[in-house]
């Protein structure tokens, strides 16, 4: 299973963005997937997660900004950002958890990180 990640940039206060992450490969099923972000000098964070049936749950620092949403038929999940902030400046990676055709076991999958940068 591979995920890409893509839609990150340079960004002013106060702006938007839109990650997006499509999961491809002999996938039989995805359960939950989610969104995490690493800042410099900081541990990796959860900033959003969404359930297979399309429940999200979000970090405190970005709720009422932030909406995760996903295309179960695209195997994708979608970050929309607004509002951002200088302290959202951080390399967002997204994750799956997921089963292979023929797998018994969901396995937690990784993309690779896009950056997003908030500055003026």
């Known amino acids: 299973v591979q995920l890409q990640a893509s839609g990150g940039g340079l960004v002013q206060p106060g702006g938007s963005l839109r990650l997006s992450c499509a999961a491809s490969?002999?996938?039989?099923?995805?359960?939950?997937m989610g969104w995490y972000r690493q800042a410099p000098g900081k541990q990796r964070e959860l900033v959003a997660r969404i359930t297979s049936g399309g429940s999200p749950n979000y970090a405190d620092s970005v709720k009422g900004r932030f909406t995760i949403s996903r295309d179960n038929a695209k195997n994708m999940v979608f970050l929309q950002m607004n509002s951002l902030k200088p302290e959202d400046t951080a390399v967002y990676s997204c994750?799956?958890?997921?089963?292979?055709?023929?797998?018994?076991?969901?396995?937690?999958?990784w993309g690779q990180g896009t950056q997003v940068t908030v500055s003026s």
């Open positions: 490969g002999s996938i039989s099923s995805i359960n939950a």
């Open positions: 994750n799956a958890n997921a089963r292979v055709v023929g797998g018994i076991w969901f396995n937690v999958y």
